[in-house]
């Protein structure tokens, strides 16, 4: 009789960094944590506003695919900035896009018996292998090519014909790779060929130099996920949508309403204003900017050189010295500075260290400091 092996959930992969945050934490100040990649800034007014409004309406439960102000506003939205239209109709909400990536490959799965497989890039988001475990399928790490965008060409096609879902992420998280829309077509056209599912994660395509989407080659067999969390700072309202393929799109908002998952009614509201604004967005990029560049120049100074892209939200750190993101992270825990090694995102980043730009320039130059001074 085969073995089954009861699952055992793995420890989450910041609580992994208790350690180093204690020690972080020992500097005047306390820790500067830019670890996780959770916006500390602040809330729009206008955002704040439309929830607290919604928030004393009534309270029947919401659509689960969204309100059709959410859809129109995240269409528009999609129009303006990103240069595609999709209609209202073929696009829902999520709550947040982890709980959308780590339920893809499960819903997936029964639509697709026959297939069993969720490929996703060697240096990424945990949440895309994690899906592929909750759903008792397989995970397989599709190699990076030298810019960190997932290399088509080294894709098994063996793993191709089993595979369910392809995920990117573009610009992505860890490395601030940012791809341009050639390379997005032909992951479109890849998906296409090989019959796989394309999920494009793109929550931080309004921090990279051009703002590309895949759905500019076009909805069919692919899936753009978008995200408030960085895009407004609304990572605690829980509030994103999926868009593209009709069919998949229909697909999924089904068989989300029968499980149950809605964004509460006060945070489709703020998702509304959210996308109506571009202003607190240009003025969130900027903040990033400032602080990529302090950071990129007084860690470069120190020997710690950022090896990815032109996002702005991640430093990839790469050691001039050979550290590796372990002792990295331990260095910089020592001056108040918590990091993340880089084998969270996947062994391939063992000698990385990200660092998430989301903390003020007060709270980070003092750290900075602290670094030169510790030698
Ligand atoms: C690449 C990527 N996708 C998705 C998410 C999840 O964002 P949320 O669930 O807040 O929309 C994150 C959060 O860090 C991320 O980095």
């Excluded at 989450?12 to 020992?26: C, F, G, N, V």
């Excluded at 029947?60 to 209609?87: F, I, K």
């Excluded at 593209?244 to 149950?260: F, M, Q, S, W």
Aim: aromatic residues 6%.
């Amino acid at each position: 009789m085969a073995t089954v092996v009861p699952f055992v959930p793995p420890p989450y992969p910041y609580e992994r960094l208790d350690a180093l945050k204690q020690i972080a934490d020992t500097q005047p100040g306390g820790v500067v944590d830019c670890s996780i990649g959770t916006p500390c800034d602040p809330v729009p007014d206008v955002v704040a506003a439309a929830a607290a409004d919604a928030a004393r309406q009534s309270m029947g439960y919401p659509p689960s695919a969204g309100t059709p102000a959410l859809h129109e506003a995240a269409a528009a939205w999609m129009a303006r900035r990103l240069d595609v239209e999709v209609a209202p109709d073929h696009l829902a909400a999520c709550v947040g896009t982890k709980e959308m990536v780590v339920s893809l490959p499960h819903l997936l799965a029964l639509r697709d018996p026959e297939r069993d497989t969720v490929l996703y890039p060697a240096v990424a988001y945990p949440s895309y292998e994690m899906g592929a475990t909750l759903a008792n399928r397989r995970a397989v790490a599709v190699p990076l090519d030298a810019e960190w965008h997932l290399d088509l060409d080294a894709i098994d096609p063996a793993d191709a014909r089993r595979a369910l879902v392809l995920w990117i992420n573009e610009p992505g998280n860890p490395s601030s790779s940012a791809a341009d829309l050639a390379y997005l077509e032909r992951v479109a056209e890849w998906g296409r060929a090989n019959n796989v599912v394309i999920a494009s994660d793109e929550c931080y395509v309004e921090f990279a130099p051009d703002r590309n989407t895949i759905l500019r080659a076009g909805p069919d067999g692919v899936l753009a996920v978008h995200s408030l969390s960085k895009r407004s700072n609304l990572a605690g309202m829980r509030v994103g949508f999926y868009a593209g393929d009709p069919a998949l799109v229909h697909y999924l908002t089904e068989t989300r309403k029968h499980a149950g998952f809605m964004v509460p009614t006060p945070a489709q509201a703020a998702a509304v204003a959210a996308f109506a604004d571009d202003a607190h967005v240009d003025e969130q990029r900027e903040r990033y900017r400032a602080r990529r560049d302090l950071v990129m120049e007084r860690l470069a100074a120190d020997g710690l050189l950022h090896a990815g892209g032109p996002m702005l939200f991640y430093l990839w750190l790469r050691d001039d010295h050979g550290a590796d993101g372990w002792a990295m992270a331990d260095r910089l825990a020592r001056a108040g500075l918590l990091v993340s090694p880089g084998d969270l995102y996947g062994d391939a980043g063992a000698p990385y260290a990200r660092l998430a730009l989301v903390q003020p320039l007060e709270r980070l130059e003092p750290a900075l400091d602290r670094l030169v001074k510790g030698g």
